[in-house]
């Protein structure tokens, strides 16, 4: 909600697309490897395994949103 009262200009822009990007990475890389895992597994636990590792993932990818933009927004440029 801190982003509603920010200025809306191109490197803004920029930078919500950059961090976008990292938290689409990492969520990438991180559903195949549950998927992987959830193949080799077997038992009644893989359901609340799923559940537990999509939540913990969300989390991942919600920290990797904020720290990139905080990281892009002080950096300041457009690289």
Do not use: C, W
């Amino acid at each position: 909600f801190g982003l509603a009262h920010q200025a809306d200009d191109e490197m803004f822009r920029h930078n919500l697309a950059r961090a976008g990007l990292n938290a689409f990475i990492v969520s990438l890389l991180g559903f195949p490897v549950v998927v992987i895992v959830l193949t080799f597994l077997e038992s009644l636990q893989t359901i609340a395994f799923f559940a537990n590792y999509i939540g913990v993932l969300f989390v991942i990818q919600i920290l990797t949103f904020v720290l990139s933009f905080n990281i892009y927004e002080k950096r300041g440029d457009m690289r």
